[in-house]
């Protein structure tokens, strides 16, 4: 490949580059910066009364148990979560792939829960959990499993991961399918003749060779459940019981849609935002390396 | 309502809108949060009202449930689009009424425009939860409910219970639950939706207990909750610990997610809103009927009287004189007592005026209907004291999300009854400060 290809004089690149940084400052940098501004000010509802308080919307944050108590939550769920779905999925997606009559039905089947609204997904999982509705949750009672997401934190959380997990599933099947279709038969061939066997074969060849798509997933997963998750939280559990199942989106959901708190809720949004840069920067700086191209 | 006649509702707003200054019609926005049958009422009283008239015209819209109704209506505002008219739940009055310039109070409205318009003419129990200390009103009444105790006919009857005579008391009503348990309904005796509304905002009313100082925050937003002081709460609340325990209590949820547990009769005595009465009829397969909230017997002055649920109409501000002429206008029709009569026996909502609710008295109506008169009979069981006129708390929203969740870790276990009561008051009360130097008066 020629490495050194570039263009002459700035007008062309600048030209190419403008419809990305327009879009990029459109909806990106000007919200972001709405944010963060908004995150100075204490203002009623309908804007009619604006104070600017310096960081005291980020003081009150630190200062309430409940803000720390979120953040636990979203590391449960997110850890949890990345885990399962990733792993699931690739699991599905090896499956997928060997040789086996009607592997396209399968696959269909897998990728359609995507199409599926976060709030959808959830009130199918409440149907399935509800404690008084759901088939499976009277399934579990009768095997004398007391299952109450309604007063159980731990239950709620149970029943949220697993939500957001299968929603996730379908998208990270999708990625790691067309990973493994690229993998060139001929070495999978080599090793074959060589003696490797089917579990050796995919620890020292394959998965080697997906981990570019491991770490796009892995990336993409973490910016899932930290921004996109607050769907199926609102519909599954609300928030509870008492506080158990609150991550960081969803408080800044709750505080600035149901509570109209839009300095605090914008103060949780650019903390969250710092810590999501954060942690991609994390991964891209340590994760990437073991990473091969 | 189908989502293609919302759909079609929508572009013959759209269209009437486009014809309406051909028309020289003054145009009134009004944005809604109700559906299906409620929706059909709604069309048909605006649709009746441009048609005793000539110079305005009502434009209903359906905004989504009424966060998202109360939500959109900030928006517009923010953006300077606001609608003539907002409906808002009962929970965004204190929202509603603290933004100095974006609402224009009713009774102004009423007086500028020259309409005839008597405040005592209207129930005080409603009224008086969207006036001002001074009994100046603030918005229109228009769908209000109140919190009833629903009860299965068949269950009392399989537990040996007398199905006229539903328990009167908390006591009483625990015992029930217990007969209930024994007879087969094992997994709740009684429960309730709403959460809050259920244990702390009614029961606070109900039983003349303030939940906070300046006549729960009518009088003013430093109003401080002080309900965890109060022996009444404490008492409700140990018992439902105790109770949940063996499931004689059983929680249901913060909203009215849990409301499927009556009519599939799982649980058999619910306290919920008399708006679930629909549902009701139309999905409980047993014989069923509703009582008053029960109270303890112990707590002086109760039961006093019940406080409204549901929404109310906000004239919002900065509109021309002759617009607010036709939502004068309006109201005037709204008010009317037949019109008030038919919607009162169409909807379940409860009738507005006394005069309405004296002539559907009158008719015999409720003889046929009783479980229809038993929230009006709540609210117009004793004159409202400062204790149960309402309640006005900026933030409510959030702050009620802060009291389920104490409530919640009551109920598990993690908190004792006081210390739950404690912190639901002391966290309230930081929302109440802070909202106190947002709100422009």
């Given at each position: 490949m020629q490495k050194n290809a570039y263009f002459k004089g700035l007008t062309i690149p600048f030209l190419l580059l403008l419809p990305q940084l327009a879009i990029t400052i459109v909806f990106f940098y000007w919200p972001a910066s709405q944010a963060v501004w908004q995150s100075f000010l204490l203002e009623d509802a309908f804007g009619t009364s604006t104070q600017f308080v310096w960081f005291e919307n980020y003081q009150m944050l630190f200062a309430d148990p409940g803000y720390l108590k979120a953040f636990i939550n979203t590391a449960v769920f997110s850890t949890f979560v990345c885990v399962f779905s990733l792993s699931i999925a690739l699991l599905f997606a090896v499956m997928a792939d060997r040789?086996?009559?009607g592997a396209e039905i399968y696959k269909t089947l897998l990728i359609?829960?995507?199409?599926?609204a976060p709030a959808i997904a959830g009130v199918l999982w409440i149907f399935m959990?509800?404690?008084?509705?759901?088939m499976l949750a009277r399934g579990l009672q009768a095997l004398g499993i007391p299952w109450n997401p309604r007063l159980n934190g731990n239950h709620a959380m149970l029943l949220v991961i697993l939500a957001a997990t299968w929603k996730q599933i379908s998208y990270n099947f999708l990625f790691f399918l067309a990973g493994l279709q690229s993998i060139p038969k001929s070495v999978i061939e080599a090793a074959v003749i060589d003696g490797a066997r089917p579990m050796r074969r995919f620890w020292t060849i394959v998965f080697p060779l997906l981990s570019p798509t491991t770490f796009f997933l892995l990336v993409v997963n973490i910016v899932y459940v930290f921004f996109d998750t607050f769907g199926i939280i609102d519909t599954v559990t609300g928030g509870g019981p008492s506080g158990a199942t609150e991550t960081l989106v969803y408080k800044v959901f709750s505080d600035g849609k149901?509570?109209?708190n839009l300095g605090g809720s914008a103060a949780q949004s650019v903390l969250l935002l710092v810590m999501v840069i954060g942690l991609t920067a994390v991964q891209f700086r340590f994760i990437e390396r073991k990473v091969s191209y | 309502m189908t989502m293609k006649s919302r759909i079609l509702m929508s572009i013959a707003a759209f269209a009437l809108a486009g014809a309406s200054p051909a028309l020289a019609q003054t145009e009134i926005q009004w944005w809604h949060a109700l559906t299906g049958a409620n929706n059909d009422v709604v069309v048909k009283l605006t649709e009746d009202f441009n048609a005793s008239q000539k110079d305005y015209k009502v434009v209903p819209v359906y905004k989504g449930s009424y966060p998202d109704t109360l939500n959109a209506g900030i928006a517009a505002f923010r953006a300077g689009q606001a609608p003539h008219i907002l409906q808002v739940f009962e929970v965004g009055t204190g929202t509603m009424m603290s933004a100095k310039g974006a609402i224009k109070p009713v009774h102004e409205v009423m007086k500028e425009a020259g309409e005839k318009f008597?405040?005592?003419?209207?129930?005080p129990a409603i009224t008086g939860y969207y006036?001002?200390?001074?009994?100046?009103?603030?918005s229109m009444p228009f769908n209000s409910s109140s919190m009833v105790m629903w009860y299965n006919k068949d269950a009392f009857k399989k537990a040996g219970l007398d199905p006229a005579k539903p328990p009167k008391t908390w006591p009483e009503t625990f015992e029930a639950a217990k007969k209930l348990k024994a007879a087969?309904?094992?997994?709740?005796?009684v429960s309730n939706a709403w959460a809050t509304w259920a244990n702390i905002e009614q029961f606070g009313a109900w039983h003349n207990v303030?939940?906070?100082?300046k006549v729960n925050g009518m009088a003013g937003f430093d109003a401080v909750l002080n309900f965890n002081k109060s022996p009444a709460f404490l008492k409700h609340w140990t018992n439902l610990v105790e109770l949940q325990k063996d499931k004689t209590y059983d929680y249901s949820g913060?909203?009215?997610?849990?409301?499927g547990r009556f009519t599939s009769g799982e649980c058999p005595i619910f306290l919920t809103s008399s708006g679930f009465f629909g549902n009701v009829r139309a999905n409980a397969k047993f014989d069923w009927g509703n009582a008053p909230m029960p109270y303890y017997p112990?707590?002086?002055?109760?039961?006093q009287n019940s406080i409204i649920g549901g929404a109310s109409l906000w004239v919002m501000g900065g509109k021309k004189a002759d617009e607010y002429k036709g939502v004068a206008k309006f109201f005037t029709f709204l008010s009317n007592v037949d019109r008030q009569v038919k919607l009162h026996t169409e909807s379940g909502y409860l009738p507005i005026t006394k005069a309405a609710y004296e002539k559907v008295k009158a008719s015999g109506f409720?003889?046929?209907?009783?479980y229809l008169e038993t929230p009006i009979l709540e609210l117009t069981n004793k004159a409202p004291t400062d204790n149960s006129k309402g309640l006005r708390y900026g933030s409510l929203v959030q702050i009620r999300d802060i009291w389920s969740e104490e409530l919640e870790a009551a109920l598990n276990g993690q908190k004792s009854p006081q210390a739950a009561l404690d912190a639901a008051a002391e966290r309230g009360n930081q929302m109440l400060r802070q909202f106190e130097r947002t709100a422009a008066r």
């Open positions: 040789q086996i009559r359609w829960p995507y199409a599926v959990f509800d404690p008084s509705l759901g149901g509570g109209s | 008597d405040p005592n003419a209207y129930l006036s001002t200390a001074k009994g100046e009103m603030l087969g309904y094992d997994k709740c005796g303030p939940l906070s100082t913060r909203t009215n997610n849990g409301e112990d707590v002086q002055g109760a039961p409720y003889k046929d209907k009783p």
